[in-house]
């Protein structure tokens, strides 16, 4: 677990994106367990409304993609364009 109170999992970039989404991009799902292990928004989404699943969807990053949907996260999140990640 993350345990430095140094630490804000939570922190967004320029785009808006936190380290779940940077661990997503990377396509290191062991990361993404960990950071939601110790309380990063999971649902954050970038400047464009895009989640993490759009975003593992358009990288092809098929085993994050299964990771997200077995932990039901909700998978008809419109963007600000109105796309689902389906």
Not at 13 to 23: E, K, L, R
Not at 39 to 52: A, L, M, P, Q
Request: glycine residues 6%.
């Amino acid at each position: 677990m993350l345990e430095n109170q140094f630490v804000d999992v939570n922190k967004v970039d320029h785009n808006g994106v936190n380290s779940f989404w940077v661990a997503c991009y990377c396509g290191n799902a062991g990361v993404m367990k960990v950071l939601a292990e110790s309380g990063v928004d999971i649902f954050n989404t970038d400047e464009r409304g895009y989640t993490v699943l759009h975003l593992a969807a358009k990288k092809n990053l098929l085993n994050i993609v299964k990771l997200l949907i077995n932990s039901n996260y909700p998978l008809d999140v419109p963007s600000n364009k109105g796309q689902t990640a389906l």
